[in-house]
């Protein structure tokens, strides 16, 4: 029961245009790159067959044992929580935006919750039709938040628990690293150091150094990926995965990482991938 694929994202609010409004051009980099990250993870849909996105209509499609039976979307929130994909929408008013995403068609009904805002953005990314073939999801969602404060061996458990329940797993992490530009001046330094490791991290899906981020470090250089980070790592123990960095904030100061992580070669052709990369230089 492995995890096979995982895209990890980040989730400023400015990712959607409806919220980035006349600035959504300055995010079209990095939202290219999250767009390539959960394209690889191959969720199937029923719909028209579109090239690069597992769509199709047919029996051995439907059939397809490669595809994952689940897509887990995991970020930090306040509390470790999972969410019933059948009662949850995505919301941002909580944070003071009016906004919502809604795919249970749930919204205003009794009982029915608001996820925080690392889900919401992550939904939106995985779900989004502008920028992903029409289609209906045959698999199963789950929503998953996990503490900011978690200890590293309770995310990594977690990890473990979530890629036992189906035969294949993908999983979206949300989360970014630290934001240089934002931090006092004597921590600049740290930061970069500490997203240098991050992205070799992913590079070369090394769970071993996820797993050993400090939560205290963590919380100083205000990296807010920490405990879903060390998720993923706990997710992909033991598994045969290849990791390539789309966009990487160790060259920049804001904080946003994308990455890939799939068990099998990617069908994207090197040229397309470097050209995804060269787009997400901006916001």
Same mark, same amino acid.
């Given at each position: 029961m492995p995890l096979i694929s995982a895209a990890v994202c980040p989730h400023p609010p400015a990712l959607i245009p409806a919220i980035a409004g006349g600035d959504a051009a300055e995010w079209d980099g990095v939202?290219?790159?999250?767009?390539?990250?959960?394209?690889?993870?191959?969720?199937?849909?029923?719909?028209?067959?579109? $090239?690069?996105?597992a769509v199709g209509r047919s029996e051995a499609f439907m059939s397809d044992p490669t595809l994952p039976d689940l897509l887990v979307i995991v970020g930090c929130d306040d509390t470790t929580t999972a969410y019933d994909s059948r009662n949850t929408f995505g919301s941002l008013r909580r944070y003071g935006i009016d906004w919502s995403w809604d795919i249970a068609w749930c919204l205003g009904e009794e009982g029915s919750l608001p996820l925080?805002?690392?889900?919401?953005?992550?939904?939106w990314l995985a779900t989004a039709t502008s920028h992903a073939p029409?289609?209906?999801?045959?698999?199963?969602?789950?929503?998953? &938040?996990?503490?900011?404060?978690? &200890?590293?061996? $309770?995310?990594?458990?977690?990890?473990?628990?979530?890629?036992?329940?189906?035969?294949?797993? =993908?999983?979206?992490?949300?989360?970014?690293?630290?934001?240089?530009?934002?931090?006092?001046?004597? +921590?600049?330094?740290?930061? +970069? =150091?500490?997203? &240098? +490791?991050?992205?070799?991290?992913?590079a070369g899906v090394d #769970?071993? /150094?996820?797993?050993?981020?400090?939560?205290?470090?963590?919380?100083?250089?205000? /990296? #807010?990926?920490?405990?879903?980070?060390?998720?993923?790592?706990?997710?992909?123990?033991?598994?045969e995965l290849a990791g390539q960095l789309l966009s990487d904030s160790a060259s920049r100061d804001d904080g946003f990482l994308v990455a890939s992580w799939t068990r099998t070669t990617d069908?994207?052709?090197?040229?397309?991938?470097?050209?995804? /990369?060269?787009?997400?230089? #901006?916001?």
């Open positions: 939202r290219a790159a999250c767009v390539e990250a959960i394209r690889r993870l191959r969720v199937p849909k029923i719909g028209e067959e579109a $090239d690069g996105w925080p805002l690392s889900l919401s953005v992550g939904l029409p289609g209906v999801f045959i698999k199963r969602f789950a929503y998953q &938040s996990i503490s900011f404060d978690a &200890s590293p061996r $309770d995310c990594v458990q977690l990890g473990r628990d979530l890629a036992a329940e189906e035969a294949n797993v =993908a999983m979206l992490v949300m989360g970014e690293a630290a934001p240089g530009e934002q931090l006092p001046r004597d +921590t600049v330094d740290r930061a +970069t =150091a500490y997203n &240098s +490791t991050l992205a070799r991290a992913f #769970t071993a /150094a996820l797993g050993q981020l400090d939560p205290a470090e963590s919380q100083i250089l205000k /990296a #807010t990926g920490r405990a879903a980070w060390q998720v993923l790592a706990g997710a992909a123990e033991g598994q069908p994207v052709s090197a040229a397309n991938a470097a050209g995804i /990369a060269s787009r997400a230089t #901006t916001h």
